[in-house]
C-alpha cells in the first residue's frame, strides 16, 4: 500500500532510485537496467535526472551511489528533485564489509563521513557543492559479532565514538552497511560545478 502524508493523507509521491527488481511498494522506479521493475530507464550518471525540480517527498537510494561515478552531481540531484520538508533515504555498504570490494560495479568505498560535504561538518570543504542537507540521522551496522558484543549500539548512540571507531578500529571492528535519512534546505538548485580547467591570466 502506497505511504501517505500524516497531515494531508494524501499518498507520498516516492522515487526509487536505482530501483532494481525489487521496487519499493507504490514508487516510481528509475534503473539503467531495463530488466528491473523500473518504470522510467535512465542512466544516473548523465544529468539532469528527467524529472521536474521538487517533484518527490520521499526518495530511496538503497546500495546505489556506490555504482555512481559522480556522487557529489548524484547528490545534487536528489536535493533537486526532493520537495522541502521531503527525506532522501540512502543505503550503501560500509568500505570495510565484504560486500563493498566482492562487486567489481562498486566504484566508491565509503564511510559514515562521506557525506559530509553537504551538511554543516563539511571539514572545510563546503565549496564543493551548494547542495545541502540536513543529516536527520546515520545508522551503522557492524557484522554479528561485533553487534552481539555491543560495538554497533556504541557506534551508533556516540557520535565520538563512531569518529573514533571510524579513526582506530573499523578495520578489526568491521562495519556492514550505512542508513543514512537527510533532508534537503535551502532552494532547490541544479548547480553543476564550474569546469575543470578555467584561464584567470
Ligand atoms: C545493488 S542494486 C540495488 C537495487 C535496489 N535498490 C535494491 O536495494 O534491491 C544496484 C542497482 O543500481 C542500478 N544502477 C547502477 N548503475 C546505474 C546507473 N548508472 N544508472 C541507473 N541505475 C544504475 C543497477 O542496475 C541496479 O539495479
Given at each position: 500500500m502506497p505511504s501517505s502524508d500524516s497531515t494531508t493523507g494524501s499518498a507520498l509521491k516516492i522515487l526509487d532510485v536505482?530501483?532494481?527488481?525489487?521496487?519499493?511498494?507504490?514508487s516510481i522506479g528509475i534503473d539503467i537496467?531495463?530488466?528491473?521493475?523500473?518504470d522510467v530507464i535512465c542512466d544516473l550518471d548523465h544529468f539532469p535526472y528527467p524529472f521536474a525540480d521538487r517533484t518527490f517527498d520521499r526518495l530511496r537510494v538503497i546500495?546505489?551511489?556506490?555504482?555512481?561515478?559522480?556522487v557529489i552531481r548524484a547528490m545534487e540531484e536528489f536535493h533537486r528533485l526532493t520537495r522541502p520538508g521531503g527525506r532522501v533515504r540512502l543505503e550503501t555498504p560500509h568500505y570495510t564489509d565484504f560486500s563493498s570490494f566482492c562487486?567489481?560495479?562498486?566504484?566508491h568505498h565509503l564511510n559514515s563521513f562521506s557525506f559530509r560535504y553537504f551538511g554543516a561538518n563539511d571539514a572545510g570543504f563546503g565549496y564543493y557543492t551548494t547542495a545541502k542537507f540536513r543529516e536527520i540521522s546515520v545508522r551503522l551496522r557492524l557484522l554479528s559479532v561485533w553487534r552481539w558484543l555491543g560495538f554497533e549500539f556504541l557506534v551508533n548512540a556516540f557520535p565520538r565514538f563512531r569518529r573514533f571507531w571510524e579513526h582506530y578500529l573499523c578495520y578489526v571492528v568491521r562495519g556492514k552497511s550505512m542508513e543514512f535519512e537527510f533532508e534537503p534546505l535551502g532552494p532547490a538548485v541544479s548547480p553543476g560545478r564550474p569546469p575543470a580547467v578555467s584561464a584567470t591570466r
Open positions: 536505482g530501483c532494481g527488481v525489487n521496487k519499493y511498494s507504490g537496467n531495463r530488466a528491473t521493475a523500473a546500495h546505489v551511489i556506490e555504482h555512481l561515478t559522480d562487486d567489481p560495479t562498486h566504484k
